[in-house]
């Protein structure tokens, strides 16, 4: 059997002759994803990054697996050992062991090493011109999503430094004629390399165009400057001055004629008998490396042989950034048996200086072998010894602790026979844009690598008889494998300590990092942020405090710059500084979260180097900002709820973008469900009470719509306990709203007896005392409910119709259609059911002609209850339904459970159990998502036993 893969233009495969239907383009993309990891799994999750990227359409899985599914048929209808297995870990693309045989890129790249490898001349130029013919057009065809994308980008360059080579053959060789045209094309693409600019110049002097030649210097330092805030590198100075010059070695004829536009460094003395062994400086591989697989893999691919020869690991101090480098050191020991060359750069070291790139290459040109006498006196030539010596080695080159991407790019060799490997605290974005660099980001580890990796320190059978207290501290360390290790010492160091004690310390934040403490710079997690915090601009030093003061784990974009106080495209800029650094990530697009001891340590920073008045007034700001987007989500949710609560409307003048419409406002609301409580308590933490109020209130229609029910119900409480601390002559009203919010909340759960009723009695006195008739039919429709609830049909039919003469005398002809709606609903419920069905048909008639989605979701599926009542199930049928998409089209999943839960009955009643049975289990499915465990058990009983 014979495979044959292209990726070299459009994506294609073939066995023995005969092409395999790929699919389209979304296919392509799945089968590129398998083949780039070719014989080894590959997660679907990663795969669904690799085919989407980073924001999936919600059927992405599915349609993975679907896509999974086609190429494993059309790859085992074609014949031969290829195809799509599923094996623990992920997906293989199965292709046999000669992989590198079958497809154009490892190919092309076998060929490039080979022509480098060989002596200049016609072979070396044979293979060249063999690697180019593979590619077909630009790589990867017409497939797009950003993983995509970037590994176009890679082997483009890739492309283009294959092409600079061959340029300098072509140009040892004296052809240059045959390039110019390429040079000046590839020169529009590339206008900032100066490699290539210097071909382009060295071939226009030797065409007699050394005017021409200058001019291209000129605009490329021009461009240099303008673009890149830099001037051009000594090598393109070097030559533009010998062109100036008209040195004779530039000529095509000069037996010392050479492409490279720098001098040459002086020779390195012969090394004295016997020969100095290969350098071999790594510091030892970390005693245990745990949960770390997934980053050696990545490793182990960003580093195969023929790939671009650098890779970053970055992450977060105290992530294991070098005892990972370290371990793939020394497990690939084998590839390398020229050496390998360590420099801590001390990028980010608590009490040492960073090494600047001057100093390092020094001590790598003495590691490999330069007598200090022999080393150049000019920096610019210590560089070109350097590269001189690398080339055509096989040397790994690991550049620990890195600062910026200019500490670490004279230290790059030019060979692609080396590899590089570099860790750092910051992304070192320039290395990958501009050197090509792969990059390796490492996170904390997981909860099981994280137990693993303490377990293994403390001991099997000491972890075993306190499994919780393990959990406490593997949570408290914040899966960081530095504190973890440092834990574990501490424990190590005091063997009969209960591990609760160490756990029950670690969990006091005020006291956690001085235990995270070893005494050592180096190594205390405290000095490691300190470093971190040191390195920032002071502008984003600040905003990684703010952040840590927030009381949320999560915060939007939004929210961060109304801390901060700052426009959002500035803020915006602040935090990549702050991902960049690690000191915060992207859970999800626009959402910014801290690490769990980074928040600690910032926060310290904080209250040391801001102002209790700074710092209070960047709360105030973010709690502001809560109350005015909340309240504008509210309006949305609600345009015709209460019209106004006592006091002023939120304002400011702020640049907060509020929900626009309803469906904007359940976004806003989804998004920030989990910080409003905490933004509440804030509130009330500052003294801010009418605001921790009002976000309890402007939250209420949302959960009343979504539940859990405890969430409803606890900021109801909360509502009433900020409107208790009150003291302002609205606080009366604001607590007897309050009280009817709390009862209503109590009831949704189905609460009778005398807490709900003590709330409504409590807020209709005070709205029968200021006369507020809207507040007081409000009530009424609440204790309407709670009759209702205890079988008081009297009661609850006149709470029905009090509530709704009080809408008719204020002429509020929305409410008026939900309190007739209502008190139909109570009617059938009591066995009126005509008359019922009569009220709820004209509430559902205002409804529509008014406008009121939800409201006409209410009126259908009271007119499916009266219905049903009145043994009219397959009206009831058609009711119900109409009620679940209208109540799942306005996000009121409470409601939907309820509406699916009578839609059971009326199938039951019609013997159709398995519509039944459908309805019942979505009904549970919801129920189970908003806590209402009465309703599971119920729906659950109903499931086993219909009847």
Same mark, same amino acid.
Request: hydrophobic share 40%; glycine share 8%.
């Given at each position: 059997?014979?495979?044959?893969?292209?990726?070299?233009?459009?994506?294609?495969?073939?066995?023995?002759?005969?092409?395999?239907?790929l699919?389209?383009?979304?296919?392509?993309?799945?089968?590129?994803?398998?083949l780039?990891d070719?014989?080894?799994?590959?997660?679907a999750d990663?795969?669904?990054?690799r085919?989407?990227?980073?924001?999936?359409?919600?059927?992405?899985?599915?349609?993975?697996?679907?896509?999974?599914s086609?190429?494993?048929?059309?790859?085992g209808?074609?014949?031969?050992?290829?195809?799509v297995?599923?094996?623990?870990?992920?997906?293989?693309?199965?292709?046999?062991?000669d992989v590198?045989?079958?497809?154009?890129?490892?190919?092309?790249?076998?060929?490039?090493?080979?022509?480098?490898?060989s002596?200049?001349?016609g072979?070396?130029l044979a293979?060249?011109?063999?690697?180019?013919?593979?590619w077909?057009?630009?790589?990867?065809?017409?497939?797009?999503?950003?993983?995509?994308?970037?590994?176009?980008?890679?082997?483009?360059?890739?492309?283009?430094?294959?092409e600079?080579d061959?340029?300098d053959l072509?140009?040892?060789?004296?052809?240059?004629?045959?390039?110019l045209g390429d040079?000046?094309?590839l020169?529009?693409?590339?206008?900032?390399?100066?490699?290539?600019?210097g071909?382009?110049m060295?071939?226009l002097?030797r065409e007699?165009?050394?005017?021409?030649?200058?001019?291209r210097?000129?605009?490329?330092?021009?461009?240099?400057?303008?673009?890149?805030?830099?001037?051009?590198?000594?090598?393109?100075?070097?030559?533009?001055l010998?062109i100036?010059?008209s040195?004779?070695?530039?000529?095509a004829?000069?037996?010392?004629?050479?492409?490279?536009?720098?001098?040459r460094?002086?020779?390195?003395?012969?090394?004295?008998?016997?020969?100095?062994?290969p350098?071999?400086?790594l510091?030892?591989p970390?005693?245990?490396?745990?949960g770390?697989?997934?980053?050696?893999a990545?490793?182990?691919?960003?580093?195969?042989?023929g790939?671009?020869?650098?890779?970053?690991?970055? @992450?977060?101090?105290?992530?294991?950034?070098?005892?990972?480098?370290?371990r793939?050191?020394?497990?690939?020991?084998?590839?390398?048996?020229? @050496?390998?060359?360590?420099?801590?750069?001390h990028?980010?070291?608590?009490s040492?200086?960073a090494?600047?790139?001057?100093?390092?290459?020094?001590?790598?040109?003495t590691?490999?072998?330069?007598?200090q006498?022999?080393v150049?006196?000019?920096?610019?030539?210590?560089?070109?010894?350097?590269?001189?010596?690398?080339?055509?080695?096989r040397?790994?080159?690991?550049?620990?602790?890195a600062?910026?991407?200019?500490?670490?790019r004279?230290?790059?060799?030019g060979?692609?026979s080396?590899?590089v490997?570099?860790?750092?605290?910051?992304r070192?974005?320039?290395?990958?844009?501009?050197?090509?660099?792969?990059?390796?980001?490492?996170?904390?580890?997981?909860s099981?690598?994280?137990?693993?990796?303490?377990?293994?320190?403390?001991g099997?059978?000491?972890?075993?008889?306190?499994?919780?207290?393990v959990?406490?501290?593997?949570?408290?360390?914040?899966?960081?494998?530095?504190?973890?290790?440092?834990t574990?010492?501490h424990?190590?160091?005091?063997?009969?300590l209960?591990?609760?004690?160490?756990?029950?310390?670690?969990?006091?934040?005020?006291?956690?990092?001085d235990?995270?403490?070893?005494?050592?710079?180096?190594?205390?997690?405290?000095s490691?942020?300190?470093a971190?915090?040191r390195?920032?601009?002071?502008?984003?030093?600040?905003?990684l405090?703010?952040?840590?003061?927030?009381?949320?784990q999560?915060?939007?974009?939004?929210?961060?710059?109304a801390?901060?106080?700052?426009?959002?495209?500035?803020?915006?800029?602040?935090?990549?500084v702050?991902?960049?650094?690690?000191?915060?990530h992207?859970p999800a697009?626009?959402?910014?979260e801290?690490?769990?001891?980074?928040?600690?340590h910032?926060r310290?920073r904080a209250?040391?180097?801001?102002?209790?008045?700074?710092?209070?007034?960047?709360?105030?700001?973010?709690?502001d900002?809560?109350?005015?987007?909340a309240?504008?989500?509210?309006?949305r949710?609600?345009?015709?709820?209460t019209?106004?609560?006592?006091g002023e409307e939120?304002?400011?003048?702020?640049?907060?973008?509020?929900?626009?419409?309803?469906?904007a406002?359940?976004?806003?609301?989804?998004?920030?469900?989990?910080?409003?409580?905490?933004?509440?308590?804030?509130?009330?933490?500052l003294?801010?009470?009418?605001?921790?109020?009002?976000?309890?209130?402007?939250?209420?229609?949302?959960?009343?719509?979504?539940?859990?029910?405890e969430?409803f119900?606890?900021?109801?409480r909360?509502?009433?306990?900020?409107?208790?601390?009150?003291?302002?002559?609205?606080?009366?009203?604001?607590?007897?709203?309050?009280h009817?919010?709390?009862?209503?909340?109590l009831?949704?759960t189905?609460h009778p007896?005398?807490?709900?009723?003590?709330?409504?009695?409590?807020a209709?006195a005070?709205?029968?005392e200021? @006369?507020?008739?809207?507040?007081?039919?409000?009530?009424?429709?609440?204790?309407l409910?709670?009759?209702?609830?205890?079988?008081?049909?009297?009661?609850?039919?006149?709470h029905?119709?009090?509530s709704l003469?009080?809408?008719?005398t204020?002429?509020?002809?929305?409410?008026?259609?939900?309190?007739?709606?209502?008190?139909?609903?109570?009617?059938a419920?009591?066995g009126?059911h005509?008359?019922?069905?009569?009220?709820?048909?004209?509430?559902?008639?205002?409804?529509v002609?008014?406008?009121?989605?939800?409201g006409?979701?209410?009126?259908?599926?009271?007119?499916?209850y009266?219905?049903g009542?009145a @043994?009219?199930?397959?009206e009831?049928?058609?009711?119900?339904r109409?009620?679940v998409r209208?109540?799942?089209?306005t996000?009121?999943?409470?409601?939907?459970?309820?509406?699916?839960?009578?839609?059971?009955?009326?199938?039951?009643?019609?013997?159709?159990?398995?519509?039944?049975?459908v309805?019942?289990?979505?009904a549970?499915?919801?129920?189970?998502?908003?806590?209402?465990t009465?309703?599971?058990?119920?729906?659950?009983?109903r499931?086993?036993?219909?009847?």
């Amino acid at each position: 059997m014979t495979l044959e893969i292209s990726v070299l233009g459009d994506i294609a495969a073939r066995i023995d002759g005969r092409p395999v239907d790929l699919g389209h383009v979304r296919r392509q993309s799945v089968f590129l994803g398998l083949l780039a990891d070719a014989n080894r799994p590959v997660t679907a999750d990663r795969l669904i990054d690799r085919v989407w990227g980073q924001r999936p359409p919600g059927g992405a899985r599915s349609s993975l697996y679907s896509y999974v599914s086609r190429l494993r048929s059309a790859l085992g209808a074609s014949g031969g050992d290829v195809g799509v297995e599923r094996r623990p870990g992920g997906y293989v693309l199965t292709v046999g062991p000669d992989v590198c045989a079958a497809i154009d890129l490892c190919r092309f790249r076998d060929l490039v090493t080979r022509a480098r490898a060989s002596p200049s001349g016609g072979p070396a130029l044979a293979l060249y011109e063999d690697a180019f013919r593979l590619w077909r057009a630009d790589a990867l065809g017409a497939l797009d999503s950003p993983w995509i994308n970037e590994t176009r980008e890679q082997l483009r360059l890739e492309r283009f430094r294959a092409e600079l080579d061959r340029n300098d053959l072509l140009l040892r060789q004296g052809r240059q004629a045959a390039l110019l045209g390429d040079l000046i094309a590839l020169a529009e693409r590339h206008p900032l390399d100066e490699r290539l600019i210097g071909q382009l110049m060295l071939t226009l002097y030797r065409e007699g165009r050394a005017a021409q030649a200058l001019e291209r210097f000129e605009s490329t330092r021009k461009a240099l400057g303008e673009e890149m805030g830099t001037d051009p590198g000594t090598e393109l100075r070097d030559l533009h001055l010998r062109i100036l010059n008209s040195d004779p070695a530039l000529d095509a004829s000069s037996p010392a004629a050479a492409p490279v536009p720098s001098p040459r460094p002086r020779p390195v003395p012969a090394a004295a008998p016997p020969a100095m062994p290969p350098p071999g400086q790594l510091p030892p591989p970390p005693p245990l490396l745990t949960g770390r697989e997934e980053g050696l893999a990545a490793l182990d691919a960003a580093l195969r042989p023929g790939a671009v020869p650098v890779t970053v690991i970055c @992450g977060l101090g105290g992530v294991g950034k070098t005892s990972l480098a370290l371990r793939w050191a020394h497990d690939n020991l084998d590839r390398f048996p020229d @050496g390998q060359l360590y420099v801590n750069l001390h990028g980010f070291s608590p009490s040492t200086r960073a090494t600047t790139p001057q100093t390092a290459v020094h001590d790598l040109l003495t590691a490999l072998g330069v007598d200090q006498k022999a080393v150049p006196a000019s920096t610019d030539a210590q560089f070109g010894l350097y590269r001189t010596l690398l080339a055509r080695q096989r040397i790994l080159i690991l550049l620990d602790n890195a600062r910026d991407a200019e500490q670490v790019r004279p230290l790059i060799p030019g060979s692609s026979s080396c590899a590089v490997v570099v860790t750092s605290r910051d992304r070192l974005s320039g290395l990958v844009a501009t050197e090509g660099a792969r990059s390796v980001t490492l996170d904390p580890l997981t909860s099981a690598a994280a137990r693993a990796l303490f377990t293994a320190r403390v001991g099997e059978r000491r972890a075993a008889r306190e499994p919780d207290a393990v959990e406490t501290i593997v949570a408290a360390g914040g899966r960081l494998p530095l504190a973890l290790t440092i834990t574990a010492a501490h424990a190590m160091g005091a063997p009969h300590l209960p591990l609760a004690e160490l756990a029950s310390e670690l969990r006091e934040t005020a006291t956690r990092l001085d235990l995270l403490d070893t005494g050592d710079a180096g190594t205390s997690l405290r000095s490691v942020f300190d470093a971190s915090y040191r390195a920032l601009p002071g502008p984003a030093a600040r905003l990684l405090g703010l952040l840590s003061l927030a009381p949320g784990q999560c915060v939007g974009l939004p929210a961060t710059a109304a801390l901060a106080g700052l426009a959002h495209a500035r803020t915006r800029a602040l935090l990549r500084v702050l991902e960049s650094a690690h000191l915060v990530h992207r859970p999800a697009p626009g959402r910014y979260e801290l690490h769990d001891l980074v928040r600690l340590h910032s926060r310290e920073r904080a209250e040391r180097d801001q102002s209790e008045q700074d710092r209070r007034r960047a709360l105030c700001a973010l709690v502001d900002h809560y109350v005015r987007a909340a309240s504008a989500g509210n309006r949305r949710l609600g345009p015709h709820d209460t019209p106004s609560t006592p006091g002023e409307e939120p304002g400011g003048g702020t640049a907060t973008p509020l929900p626009s419409d309803e469906t904007a406002a359940m976004a806003w609301f989804a998004a920030e469900r989990s910080w409003l409580p905490a933004v509440v308590r804030l509130a009330s933490e500052l003294g801010l009470h009418r605001q921790a109020w009002r976000l309890c209130w402007d939250a209420h229609l949302y959960l009343r719509r979504c539940g859990p029910v405890e969430d409803f119900i606890g900021n109801a409480r909360a509502g009433l306990d900020a409107a208790a601390r009150l003291d302002d002559p609205d606080a009366p009203t604001l607590r007897a709203l309050s009280h009817r919010g709390l009862a209503s909340a109590l009831l949704l759960t189905g609460h009778p007896g005398a807490e709900p009723a003590g709330h409504l009695v409590h807020a209709l006195a005070r709205f029968e005392e200021t @006369g507020d008739l809207l507040n007081q039919a409000h009530t009424h429709q609440a204790l309407l409910l709670s009759a209702i609830l205890t079988g008081d049909e009297h009661s609850a039919v006149d709470h029905g119709e009090r509530s709704l003469d009080l809408y008719r005398t204020v002429g509020h002809a929305w409410w008026e259609a939900g309190a007739l709606n209502n008190l139909g609903w109570c009617l059938a419920r009591f066995g009126r059911h005509d008359l019922g069905y009569e009220h709820c048909r004209a509430a559902l008639d205002a409804c529509v002609a008014l406008g009121n989605r939800h409201g006409e979701a209410d009126a259908l599926d009271s007119l499916g209850y009266a219905a049903g009542r009145a @043994g009219r199930h397959a009206e009831a049928v058609a009711h119900y339904r109409r009620a679940v998409r209208l109540y799942r089209s306005t996000g009121d999943a409470i409601e939907e459970a309820d509406s699916l839960s009578g839609l059971a009955e009326a199938h039951d009643a019609l013997d159709e159990s398995d519509h039944a049975r459908v309805a019942r289990r979505r009904a549970l499915a919801l129920y189970r998502e908003q806590h209402r465990t009465e309703q599971v058990r119920e729906t659950e009983r109903r499931l086993r036993d219909p009847r």
